[in-house]
């Protein structure tokens, strides 16, 4: 029986506050309810429940009694007369009479986990924890028919605390051998005692040893001695530990317990290495570096948790072994031929300082290594952090010694290496020699020696760059490095321009400033390369000094692009300041596109930038060429605004288009099925051209329908080319905002920046059904 406790005073219904902490009083309430006197607490608003007021006294009985109104009575804080009802009520479940010498585990959920209860006359209680050790709980264990052995106790302040069930065992005392904890010397005169005595019991025996003392670790599951998940022994019984906050402080102190090196060893967690039969027995490690065995660490945090640990969560750790003089490994890294570099160093493994780490050294470590000394890349700041302390510095290796020790070096006390400065390297498994030297580069499989895939010579072995992070500036680097321009070179990224090369990926996550001289220079991540493929090899496309008076679109565009034009054999810029359609018609002639349907625009971004070679462009439209135009070029004189951005572009239509007897702002409907709707064409420089649909409305529509001579509202607009036509002209126009008053689509507001372009589909035709005209009845 349970619910909330409702006392009847002077004729009121009244809820008992919460905050009481006497379980004589939910004893006496159940007893004077009839039930047994074993009682249970709780506190719950009880929302389904009508509210009623708190009694204003807080009870407070000594033993179980017949009434709660024999209990003392104090004003408590949770009632005040404006806080009647802010509170939740206590409420109180009444348990069945159990057997006397019955013993039960509850609070947790778990058959073999919580609070130990004693029957004692018809009553739970607990046993007080002050005292309480492991030969009590594995007798508790036992008589529960579990395991006596790996009992876990009083781990922590969870399940359950002394004000829920009165105490029947204070200061149990148990020699681990006895059947019941009946059989057990124990004290019931009642003491101070805060806590009730809890375990964790084993449900088998599987992993039970007689022989192995508490504390003892040991490695199972791996390939050697120094490897394999964590086994602790308690109470007699291997068990494991929960990987939750497992962390290389922990896995070394493991390592220093058994006996090898007590830095550098490597944690594991999700089972690694199985599962294994043992149960959990610790979690939540929190080891220092001073702590000498497992048993030492922080076991405040120990393994209450255990319990809800999956078993994927077993705690591993690879420790270092002993190793011969020399001795090189790599480490830290997901592949075998790439890593931190570790050297044995009286018979310890320890760490390369980077500081003169070079070509030559990476060279000799990977000969020793049984891989090809050719490609040998050193590698800065990639790997995983070490803890080992440094071996040796100042490496000066030729390249051509056999092993590290047979090279010039120093003692690590001598010079100061951070911990973060481990030498990395990435050696190659195959690879063929070639005639070259560090650093240089070439182009491979372009149509020219001007672009091509950017290939690198590092030790001897001609390598790929992984495009990574690939950029222009980069690029640049290259190009400069070859002898072309320092500017105007167009990163390629992938092999679907020059195609996959062959061989090793010798650089990846390449960043160069711009200002170095050669690509070695630039800083890069190469350890990256061993995750790229020749799929993502890089390109270059390199500027080449021009003719003085060739014009072209930028980047290689066709029809629209910015306009470039070369001066003192330098590619330049026109500033867009005075640019009119008259110059854009110039320049589309001179390229050999229709000379109607030109538009002027400016800002194709394109991320790379010329120097402004033409100020102020000045022509009818009729020239042949723009250097039949005015134009200035000796700087900016005029103070326009000339800033990036703001460059010259055009918009050209095919060569193919005719001239067009029409005057610019025209404008007609093309492919609907009634003369009064179709697809929207405007006149632009006599030819007919698209107007792009981006935030094209009805406001636009009906000034359509004006311009034709039919109403100036109730028109419908069209996007996304609704009327099908297949030979759509080239757009001249777009990102309308018309109010609907204006006369011509030329009179409304527009942007006149390339984006209102150059971002427009070809499918994206703006169109119109106009609503036709009609006779008054």
Not at 112 to 139: E, L, P, Q, R
Not at 553 to 574: F, K
Not at 630 to 648: E, F, I, K, R, V
Request: hydrophobic residues 30%; charged residues 15%; proline residues 2%.
């Amino acid at each position: 029986m349970e619910g909330r406790l409702e006392l009847c005073y002077n004729h009121i219904w009244f809820g008992i506050c919460a905050n009481y902490n006497n379980y004589y009083v939910s004893g006496t309430v159940c007893n004077s309810l009839g039930h047994s006197q074993s009682a249970t607490r709780h506190s719950s608003s009880f929302l389904d429940l009508p509210g009623i007021p708190l009694f204003p006294f807080e009870f407070s009985c000594s033993t179980i009694t017949d009434s709660l109104l024999n209990c003392s009575k104090e004003v408590i804080g949770c009632y005040s007369s404006t806080s009647f009802y802010g509170y939740k009520y206590s409420g109180v479940t009444c348990h069945d009479r159990c057997l006397h010498g019955d013993i039960k585990l509850s609070g947790s959920g778990y058959s073999s986990i919580g609070v130990i209860h004693v029957c004692v006359n018809g009553v739970w209680g607990t046993v007080c924890s002050n005292g309480f050790d492991d030969a009590d709980a594995s007798v508790a264990c036992a008589q529960l028919g579990f395991s006596r052995y790996g009992v876990l106790h009083n781990l922590d302040r969870y399940y359950d605390s002394y004000h829920d069930h009165p105490i029947h065992f204070y200061h149990l005392n148990c020699t681990g051998t006895e059947l019941s904890i009946w059989e057990c010397p124990f004290n019931n005169t009642e003491q101070n005692c805060y806590y009730a005595a809890h375990v964790i019991c084993q449900i088998n025996d599987a992993t039970v040893d007689t022989s192995c003392t508490t504390g003892d670790v040991r490695l199972v599951g791996g390939p050697n001695e120094y490897e394999g998940r964590v086994e602790i022994c308690y109470n007699q019984m291997w068990g494991t530990i929960c990987d939750h906050y497992w962390d290389t402080t922990d896995a070394n102190v493991v390592c220093k317990q058994l006996g090898h090196q007590t830095i550098g060893s490597v944690s594991l967690r999700g089972s690694y290495y199985g599962q294994g039969q043992a149960p959990y027995v610790m979690g939540d490690m929190h080891c220092s570096s001073s702590h000498s065995s497992l048993m030492d660490c922080n076991q405040d945090f120990r393994s209450y948790r255990t319990p809800y640990c999956g078993i994927t969560n077993t705690a591993g750790v690879v420790c270092l072994g002993s190793c011969s003089n020399g001795d090189v490994r790599l480490s830290g890294s997901s592949v075998t031929y790439a890593g931190r570099v570790e050297l044995c160093v009286e018979r310890t493994w320890t760490t390369l300082c980077d500081q003169t780490w070079d070509f030559n050294d990476a060279a000799v470590a990977c000969r020793q290594l049984g891989y090809s000394s050719y490609g040998a890349m050193p590698t800065y700041h990639c790997y995983t952090e070490g803890q080992l302390s440094f071996g040796i510095t100042n490496l000066g290796c030729t390249g051509s010694e056999q092993h590290i020790f047979n090279c010039t070096h120093s003692s690590p006390y001598l010079y100061n290496c951070k911990s973060h400065n481990d030498a990395g390297l990435i050696c190659q498994k195959t690879v063929q020699q070639s005639n070259c030297t560090d650093g240089e580069i070439r182009l491979v499989n372009g149509s020219g020696p001007h672009e091509g895939r950017v290939e690198v010579c590092i030790n001897e072995a001609w390598g790929t760059v992984c495009s990574n992070g690939w950029s222009n500036t980069d690029a640049n680097v290259v190009c400069k490095q070859l002898g072309y321009l320092p500017i105007g070179g167009r990163a390629r990224s992938g092999s679907d321009h020059f195609g996959p090369g062959v061989g090793p990926i010798l650089m990846a996550s390449v960043d160069c400033t711009g200002n170095e001289e050669s690509l070695i220079e630039c800083r890069t991540r190469s350890c990256d390369a061993t995750i790229c493929s020749h799929h993502n090899d890089a390109g270059v496309t390199c500027e080449r000094n021009c003719t003085n008076g060739e014009i072209r679109l930028g980047d290689d565009a066709v029809l629209r692009g910015r306009v470039e034009v070369c001066i003192n054999n330098i590619w330049t810029t026109i500033c867009a300041s005075y640019w009119t359609d008259k110059e854009a018609t110039v320049i589309c002639s001179q390229l050999g596109y229709s000379h109607y349907g030109a538009v002027a625009t400016r800002g194709m971004f394109i991320d790379y930038e010329w120097p402004i070679g033409i100020y102020k462009l000045n022509c009818t439209g009729d020239e042949a060429n723009i250097w039949k135009c005015m134009y200035h070029t000796s700087g900016n004189t005029y103070g326009l605004d000339c800033s990036q951005g703001t460059d010259a572009s055009v918009f050209c239509m095919p060569n193919n288009t005719q001239y067009v007897n029409c005057t610019n702002g025209d404008v007609r409907l093309v492919g609907g099925d009634v003369l009064n709707e179709g697809n929207v064409q405007i006149c632009y420089n006599n030819a007919w051209g698209s107007v792009c649909d981006n935030q094209w409305d009805s406001s636009d529509s009906n000034v359509v329908c004006y311009q034709l001579g039919l109403q100036p509202f109730g028109s419908q607009p069209f996007t996304n080319n609704y009327f099908s036509v297949s030979d759509n002209p080239s757009f001249v126009i777009g990102a309308l905002s018309c109010s609907g008053s204006e006369e011509s689509l030329l009179d409304c507001s527009r942007h006149t920046t390339s984006g209102a372009l150059i971002n427009c589909q070809s499918y994206e035709v703006a169109g119109a059904r106009c609503i036709g005209s009609c006779t008054h009845a």
